[in-house]
């Protein structure tokens, strides 16, 4: 069992950075790869980021490729989104999940309760 808590998310304007955290507790957090997704309202959870539990293969969805940067530092079990150059569309409840990796939610077995990301314009 892997159990994650998200932080960070918050209101900025368009332009800004924010950085998200996943915090895992449980066993064998550094086997599982980690990923992160979003859900906007009135929309179905797509796909953000991920990256395996070595830290050799990385994805990113083309929207948030080259101003997000998933990170991981398994020693202290915690996973980060940098987000960069935000965007209005970026707007969604942001979540981290862990699994067997990829760019597929079905292959995540645990998921965190989200954090609220919000993008002005």
């Known amino acids: 069992q892997v159990q994650l808590v998200e932080s960070g998310g918050g209101l900025v304007q368009a332009g800004a950075s924010l950085r998200l955290s996943c915090a895992a507790s449980g066993r064998r957090f550094s086997s599982y790869a980690m990923g992160w997704f979003r859900q906007a309202p009135g929309k179905e959870r797509e796909f953000v980021a991920a990256?395996?539990?070595?830290?050799?293969?990385?994805y990113y969805a083309d929207s948030v490729k080259g101003r997000f940067t998933i990170s991981r530092d398994n020693p202290k079990n915690t996973v980060y989104l940098q987000m960069n150059s935000l965007k209005p569309e970026d707007t969604a409840v942001y979540y981290c999940?862990?699994?067997?990796?990829?760019?597929?939610?079905?292959?995540?077995?645990?998921w965190g309760q989200g954090t609220q990301v919000t993008v002005s314009s």
């Open positions: 999940a862990a699994g067997s990796g990829g760019r597929a939610s079905l292959n995540y077995d645990y």
């Open positions: 990256r395996s539990w070595n830290g050799i293969s990385t």
